[in-house]
Every structure is written in C-alpha cells, then in structure tokens.
C-alpha cells in the first residue's frame, strides 16, 4: 500500500517537472521565433502580436470621428500610411520598417497603383496590410454625388487589385481628407468595407520639418496613451521622421500591432465591446453620465386625498385677514419679530359654494374721459397751427437780420472807396453786396408787417 503511493507521488512530480520543462520550451522557442523575425537587429522595435478584426461587425473605427477605435492595450499602436505608393519615399519607408520588423497598413490610392504597380506588390510582398483610399484622392467626398463617390470608391478597389495580379486588397477603407459622409459611409458598410480615421496625427502632409513631425507624433501619442497614427508615406519628411519615431516608441516602452481582417480561415480576435473605445470606463473612476432610473412599478395605485381649508387653519371656510395671519404667525415663532403689515393682499370674499376668489368690479368711473365738442377741438387745433406759422417766420426773421448785420459789417465804404480811388475803377463786389442787402431789408419789412397783422 505504502509503496502504490509513494508510486503515485513520484509519477505526480514527474509530470509537473514535464510540464515546467515544455513550458520553458514553449518559451524559448518562442523567443526564438521572435528574433528570427527579424535576423541581425535584436534590438528592433518588432511587431507584438496581429490583430484580426471583422469589418462588418466593426465598420466605422478612430475616435477622430467615431465613438469606436480598434480594441488596443496600453502603449500599443498601429501605424497607416496614406497615398501611396510612389517609389522614391515609399521604398524608403519599407526599408525603415523591415529594419525593424515593424507591420504597418498602406491605404492606397488607385491612379498611383496604376502608376506604379511594383510599388503595391512590394508592398505585399513585405507582408503588410493594404487597404484602398479611393481613385483620384477627392477632397470632396462629403458633397459630391453619391454615385461619383461610389465610382471612386469601387475604381480605387479595382485599380488596386489589378496591380496585385493575384489576391484583393484588405476591406479597409480610408476616406480621403478624412472627409466623411453618411451615404459613403452606408455604402461602405454595404459592401462589409471597415472606414479606417485615426486616433491622432502628425501634420506630415503640411509644410513643417521632420523634427515638427516627430514632436507631434509623440506629443499627441503621449496624450492618447495609444491608438492609430495617421502618416504619409510619399513625403520626404516623413522618411526622415519616421526612425527617430519607431526608436522613441521602443524607448518609451510602445508596441506595435498588426491589423488584418478576419477570413474563414483566420477568425476575428476575441474581444469584448468596452475594448473598442479608447478610454473605456473603469470601475475605480467616476463616470460622467447619470446612472439610468428603472421603471419601478408600483403595488398600490392609489390617489391622495387634497388638504381640506380647515386643515390650513381657515375659520368657516372664510379667509383670514393679513392681520390675523400675522397674528397667528407670531403665536407660532416664538418671539422672532415678522416684517411690518403690506398694503396688500385686501381681504376679498370667498365663496363657501365652489372656493373661488370673487374680485371687485371695476366702477364705470374709471373708464370715463372728458369729451370735447368738435368746434373746441377744431379752435383749439386752428390756433395750434397759427402758433406753428408764427414761430416759423419768427425763426425766419431772425436768420435774414443776422445776415443783414454781417453784410454791414462786410460793405465798410471806407476802405471800398480808397480801393476805387487806387484802382482808379469801382469794386463790383460792392454793388452786388448793396443789392443784396437791399433785396433782405424790403423781405424783412414784408415779414415784419405780416408779423404785426398775425399778433
């Protein structure tokens, strides 16, 4: 009996022992994997796991402007590059990621896959995702005609499978200038296309240096903690950024993730919905939304019966004055002094009958006004006229004096007459001046005799 058992308890550590020892196996080798992936770098960045996702369940990602983003850790990103490929940067940028391992997704453009379609197959053939970004790059999605922006759509797909001779491109999609619009979007989503935006820029498009690249990359990567990049891979800024980024990334203790869409054979990743925001709520933080109020459904639906006036502490259903209501008031504060009695309310009867407020009828004295005879009204109106006239002449009047006694004070014969004697000729200014003059004083002797007979 002894011996079966100590049998038992060595067959126990044996196999624990097998079990550690296949572990340790399982995890060298799979380092071992890993750093053959990437021969003679060791220290590459290297790409931490792929991701596989299902656009129809998922199809609008990038909390630029959508509520979802890809279902990321901590520190985890995922690289795109847009409007490609063209040769001389493009090439260039898959030497930097092959240099270190790095897996990114290319959203490519129709016209330049036409262009340059080793580019595309390079592409493929470096094992990265390719997804399309229409045909002729259109800043204009969000107004044009939903045919037309379907025509770039399925054109961009199809220039960009005839550059891959064999396979289609990846079911994502990437509007150009982010410039989306519902029916592109539906459309999209129709056809089990994801719409990729992003989580953060880095302004690679715009005429800044490549150290302006690199700052805004990492600074707004800072911010989100993770995310998608948004990058352009025919900009020679770009190429220069984009090694100082993948080693700052590594630095600060980043992963890269590889994104591919689920195929019958390679099922999408297991993920739960909270995943796929970019800040999901936690149970240790306070949320901002109030919590939702439940339908309650209550046993008794019985009504409550309305306060009757005696228990308001009316006496006969009549109302008390202000006075008493002061009064009963103090009774009840015990000492504390209450404000002085308001002129107001008056004390209005109550009906016992129905309890409605019967107020005081207005007397017809109030509405009366003093009516005047038509022949008042009229005399009363001709003088308000005549007054009008009198005072318009009187203002008359006074304007043609002053200008009369400034056109005296202009004439001064003195200095006339010893011009004329100089001159040895008469100063027709003067002439004109006396007969001005003339003609305001005869206008004035006018105004004055009708002033007279007005008074």
């Given at each position: 009996m002894i011996g079966n058992v100590c049998v038992g308890v060595r067959q126990r550590q044996w196999r624990a022992i097998s079990l550690g020892l296949l572990l340790c196996f399982i995890c060298f080798t799979s380092r071992t994997v890993m750093a053959a992936d990437c021969p003679g770098h060791p220290d590459a960045l290297g790409t931490s796991r792929t991701l596989v996702v299902d656009p129809k369940a998922h199809p609008r990602i990038g909390t630029m402007q959508y509520a979802e983003t890809l279902p990321l850790e901590d520190h985890e990103v995922v690289l795109t590059f847009d409007d490609g490929p063209l040769p001389r940067n493009s090439n260039q940028i898959l030497d930097i990621l092959a240099a270190e391992c790095v897996k990114a997704t290319f959203f490519t453009i129709g016209r330049m896959a036409q262009a340059y379609p080793e580019g595309v197959r390079k592409l493929r053939d470096a094992g990265q995702t390719i997804g399309t970004h229409s045909q002729d790059h259109p800043l204009s999605m969000n107004r044009m005609p939903i045919e037309r922006a379907r025509q770039e759509i399925d054109d961009g797909i199809a220039s960009v499978t005839a550059a891959l001779g064999n396979g289609a491109p990846a079911a994502f999609f990437r509007i150009p200038g982010l410039l989306r619009a519902e029916g592109v979007e539906d459309y999209l989503a129709s056809r089990g296309i994801q719409v990729w935006s992003a989580d953060f820029l880095a302004d690679d498009w715009r005429h800044i240096s490549s150290s302006r690249v690199y700052e805004l990359a990492m600074k707004r990567l800072e911010q989100k903690?993770?995310?998608?990049?948004?990058?352009?891979?025919?900009?020679?800024?770009?190429?220069?950024?984009?090694?100082?980024?993948?080693?700052?990334?590594?630095?600060?203790?980043?992963?890269?993730?590889?994104?591919?869409?689920?195929?019958?054979?390679?099922?999408?990743?297991?993920?739960?919905?909270?995943?796929?925001q970019l800040h999901p709520p936690s149970e240790t933080v306070a949320i901002s939304q109030w919590p939702e109020i439940p339908n309650f459904v209550f046993a008794d639906g019985g009504e409550l019966t309305a306060p009757a006036f005696s228990d308001l502490d009316w006496r006969d259903l009549q109302s008390m004055t202000l006075a008493e209501l002061l009064d009963h008031a103090s009774r009840s504060t015990r000492g504390v002094p209450l404000p002085r009695q308001a002129p107001w309310p008056r004390r209005w009867p109550v009906s016992s009958e129905s309890g409605a407020i019967a107020l005081p009828v207005p007397a017809a004295s109030v509405f009366e006004m003093a009516e005047k005879s038509y022949a008042a009204w009229a005399m009363s109106s001709h003088h308000q006229e005549q007054t009008v006239q009198a005072d318009r002449r009187t203002d008359r009047i006074a304007k043609?004096?002053?200008?009369?006694?400034?056109?005296?004070?202009?004439?001064?014969?003195?200095?006339?007459?010893?011009?004329?004697?100089?001159?040895?000729?008469?100063?027709?200014?003067?002439?004109?001046?006396?007969?001005?003059?003339?003609?305001?004083?005869?206008?004035?002797?006018?105004?004055?005799?009708?002033?007279?007979?007005?008074?």
């Open positions: 903690g993770k995310g998608i990049l948004l990058l352009h891979d025919i900009q020679a800024r770009t190429v220069a950024a984009l090694p100082r980024i993948l080693h700052e990334l590594k630095v600060r203790g980043y992963r890269i993730v590889d994104v591919v869409p689920a195929t019958p054979e390679q099922p999408a990743t297991p993920t739960e919905p909270l995943q796929w043609l004096i002053a200008a009369d006694s400034g056109e005296s004070r202009r004439m001064r014969p003195r200095r006339q007459g010893e011009h004329a004697r100089r001159s040895g000729k008469r100063h027709p200014t003067g002439h004109g001046s006396r007969v001005t003059a003339h003609g305001g004083r005869r206008e004035l002797k006018h105004l004055v005799q009708l002033k007279k007979r007005s008074a």
